[in-house]
C-alpha cells in the first residue's frame, strides 16, 4: 500500500488510543475484572460502576500496574505492562492520594516534569499548576493541602508532560462543588483538546457532567458502554423514583405516607415525587391505596437516577 | 543528583525515622569514649564495643533503616507511584536509590566505626574498620533495597535476616558463615588490620567476592521487581 492510498495518515498527536481485548484478572480466586474489550478514543470517558465493580483494577492495568490474567492492554498499539516509555503519554491519578507531603506543590509538580525529562520543567510545572488553579499555593508544602487541593496538585503532576492519555481513579472525591466544578471543566476542555481522559466514579451525576461517553461496569463485567443518553434511556427504565399525578394529590399523600414501601414524598404543583424504598411493593400497593381512597391516578413515571437500579437493570438485561 | 535520588534523599531526612539513626552510631562512639577515658584496656572493651556491637548492631541496623528508608517507605504509603509513572528505566530509579542507601548507610556507619577504632587503638584499625563498614554498607543496602520490593514489611524480614540469620545461625551453623555479610566485614577488616579481637572464618577473598555477589545479585533482583511492581485493587 503507498500512502496516497491511505487516508491522510493519522498524525502521532491525534493518537491516544487505549485497548483492552478480552481482558480478566484476578486476585486469587476473585474475579474482579471478567472478559472485558473497550476502545477509549480521545475525548472524556466515563467508568462508571458501584463500589468494588473493578474500575481501580481496570484503571491499573491500563496504567500498567497490574498484569491482566488475561487478554491485552495496549495504548496505541504498545503493551503497557513493564513497559515505563509509555508513561510519556500516559498520567495516572490514582485513587489512594498519596504524595510527597514534604515537598511543596511547586517542587514536586517540577520534579515530575524533570522525571519527565521535559525541556523546562519550571515553565511545564508552572503551566500545569495554572491549569488547576493551584499558584496561589505553590509554595506550600503538599502535607499541608486539604484533600482537594492535594487532588489538584496530583492532577497538575498526572498533566505535567501533557499526555495523551489522561486516567482519573474517583478524581472527585473530597473535592468541594466549586473544585469539582473546576475539575469538570478542566477534564472537558482536555477532551477537546483531543485528549484521551479516562475517569472513575461511582456518581452517576458526576459521570453525567462530564462524559458523553460512559463505560458501566458492574461485578468485573462490561455491562453497558456508549453514549451517556443511551445508558441514561435503560436505566429510567428500572426506577425507585416516581413522578406521581392523582385526582387528588394531597390525599394520596397523607395515606402513602403510612406505607413501609415510602420512604419519602414531595409535593408540588405538578403532582407528586414519591421515593420508593423498595420497588416492587410499591409498585403493588400503590393502586390499592388509590383504590381505597377512592382517588384516580392520572400518572405514574418513574424518574429515578440512582445508580443501583441501573446497575440491577443492567445487569439483568 | 538525580531528580530521583533528589527526592529520596529528602524523603528518607524528611521522615521521622531518620532520627532512628543518630542513637545507635552515639552510643558506640560514647562507650569507646567513656572506655578510653577511664584508661580501660581496649583488650578488654574492644571486642564487646567494636565486633558485638559495632559491626554486628550498628552497621546492619543502619543499613536496614536507609535500606528500606529509602524504597519500603514509598512503597508502603504508595509515593512510589509518583516516580513509577515516568518513562524511567527501571534501573535507574533502582541505582538512584541504590546510591542514596549506600552512602548515607556508609557515612552514618563507617565514620562513627572509624573513630571507635581510632579509640581502640590505632588508626590503621579505624581505618580498617572504615573500609569494612563502606564494603558491608553496599552489600547491605541492595540486601535491604530488594527486601523492600518483595516483602511488605521488609524491616522485620530485615531483622530477622540480622538477627536470627547472621546473629544467631552465624554461632551454630558454621555454613551460614559463608553467606553472612557480617562475616565480610569481619574479614575484611582483620585483613588491613590483624587484631586479637575477630576470629575470621571466610578468607578475604571469600569476603571479596561475596560482597560482591551480594551487591550485584541484590540490585539486578530489585530491579526485577521493580520492573514488575503491581498496585492492586483495594480489597473490600
Ligand atoms: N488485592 C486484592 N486482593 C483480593 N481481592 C481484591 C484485591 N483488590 C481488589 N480486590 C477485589 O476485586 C474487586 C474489584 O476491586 P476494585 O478495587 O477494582 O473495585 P472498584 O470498582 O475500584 O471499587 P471502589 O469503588 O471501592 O474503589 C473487589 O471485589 C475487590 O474486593
Ligand atoms: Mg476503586
Redesign the interface.
Known amino acids: 500500500m503507498t500512502a496516497q492510498t491511505l487516508p491522510a495518515e493519522t498524525p502521532a498527536a491525534t493518537l491516544g488510543v487505549v485497548d483492552l481485548v478480552n481482558v480478566s484478572r484476578w486476585?486469587g480466586n476473585v474475579v474482579?475484572v471478567n472478559d472485558i474489550t473497550m476502545s477509549l478514543n480521545p475525548g472524556v470517558t466515563g467508568l462508571l460502576g458501584p463500589?468494588?465493580a473493578?474500575k481501580?483494577?481496570v484503571l491499573?492495568m491500563m496504567?500498567g500496574?497490574?498484569?491482566p490474567s488475561r487478554g491485552m492492554v495496549t495504548i496505541d498499539g504498545k503493551p503497557t505492562w513493564?513497559n515505563?516509555?509509555?508513561?510519556?503519554d500516559?498520567?495516572?491519578v490514582?485513587?489512594?492520594e498519596?504524595?510527597?507531603g514534604?515537598?511543596t506543590a511547586r517542587q514536586?509538580v517540577t520534579?515530575?516534569a524533570?522525571?519527565?525529562?521535559l525541556k523546562d520543567p519550571e515553565a511545564a510545572a508552572q503551566r500545569a499548576l495554572e491549569l488547576v488553579e493551584m499558584t496561589g499555593a505553590a509554595e506550600r508544602r503538599i502535607e499541608t493541602f486539604s484533600k482537594g487541593m492535594r487532588q489538584r496538585t496530583r492532577v497538575a503532576?498526572?498533566l505535567v508532560h501533557e499526555p495523551r492519555v489522561l486516567l482519573l481513579d474517583e478524581p472527585f472525591n473530597g473535592m468541594d462543588p466549586r473544585q469539582r466544578m473546576h475539575m469538570m471543566e478542566l477534564l472537558h476542555s482536555l477532551g477537546d483538546r483531543g485528549h484521551t481522559i479516562l475517569f472513575s466514579s461511582h456518581i452517576l451525576e458526576e459521570v453525567e457532567q462530564v462524559a458523553g461517553l460512559v463505560q458501566v461496569i458492574v461485578a468485573g463485567r462490561l455491562a453497558a458502554s456508549g453514549d451517556y443518553r443511551k445508558i441514561r434511556r435503560l436505566m429510567t427504565n428500572r426506577p425507585h423514583v416516581f413522578a406521581v399525578r392523582s385526582s387528588d394529590d394531597r390525599r394520596l399523600a397523607v395515606a402513602l405516607m403510612a406505607e413501609k414501601s415510602v420512604a419519602g414524598i414531595e409535593i408540588e404543583a405538578t403532582g407528586l415525587t414519591v421515593r420508593a424504598s423498595d420497588y416492587g411493593s410499591f409498585t403493588r400497593v400503590l393502586p390499592r391505596i388509590a383504590l381505597d381512597q377512592g382517588i384516580r391516578l392520572h400518572q405514574l413515571v418513574p424518574s429515578d437516577e440512582s445508580l443501583e437500579s441501573v446497575f440491577s437493570y443492567l445487569l439483568e438485561g | 543528583m538525580s531528580t530521583v535520588a533528589f527526592i529520596t534523599a529528602r524523603g528518607l531526612f524528611g521522615r521521622r525515622r531518620a532520627l532512628l539513626l543518630l542513637p545507635l552510631p552515639i552510643l558506640l562512639v560514647g562507650l569507646a569514649l567513656l572506655c578510653r577515658m577511664y584508661d580501660v584496656s581496649p583488650d578488654m572493651w574492644g571486642q564487646a564495643v567494636i565486633v558485638a556491637l559495632g559491626l554486628a548492631v550498628v552497621l546492619p541496623v543502619v543499613a536496614l533503616i536507609v535500606g528500606t528508608g529509602v524504597l519500603g517507605s514509598e512503597v508502603d504509603d504508595g509515593t512510589i507511584v509518583h516516580i513509577l509513572t515516568k518513562p524511567l528505566a527501571r534501573r535507574d530509579i533502582i541505582l538512584a536509590k541504590y546510591a542514596v542507601a549506600a552512602s548515607v548507610t556508609t557515612v552514618v556507619s563507617a565514620v562513627p566505626l572509624f573513630l571507635t577504632g581510632v579509640l581502640a587503638g590505632s588508626a590503621r584499625l579505624g581505618g580498617a574498620l572504615a573500609v569494612a563498614a563502606t564494603v558491608g554498607a553496599f552489600a547491605y543496602s541492595a540486601l535491604f533495597l530488594l527486601f523492600s520490593l518483595v516483602s511488605r514489611r521488609p524491616v522485620l524480614v530485615g531483622l530477622v535476616y540480622i538477627l536470627v540469620w547472621e546473629g544467631l545461625l552465624g554461632n551454630f551453623v558454621s555454613g551460614t558463615k559463608n553467606l553472612a555479610i557480617g562475616q565480610y566485614v569481619i574479614a575484611i577488616t582483620d585483613k588491613i588490620a590483624p587484631n586479637g579481637m575477630m576470629d575470621t572464618p571466610v578468607s578475604l577473598t571469600t569476603a571479596i567476592v561475596m560482597s560482591a555477589i551480594f551487591t550485584v545479585a541484590g540490585t539486578v533482583f530489585a530491579i526485577n521487581r521493580l520492573g514488575s511492581f503491581s498496585l492492586a485493587g483495594e480489597t473490600s
Not at chain 1, 515505563?84 to 510519556?88: E, I, K, L
Not at chain 1, 524533570?114 to 525529562?117: A, E, L, T
Open positions: 486476585y474482579a463500589n468494588g473493578g481501580t483494577t491499573h496504567a500496574f497490574l498484569a513493564r515505563p516509555a509509555v508513561y510519556r500516559l498520567g495516572l490514582t485513587e489512594r498519596a504524595v510527597h514534604f515537598l514536586f520534579a515530575c524533570r522525571m519527565q525529562k503532576a498526572a
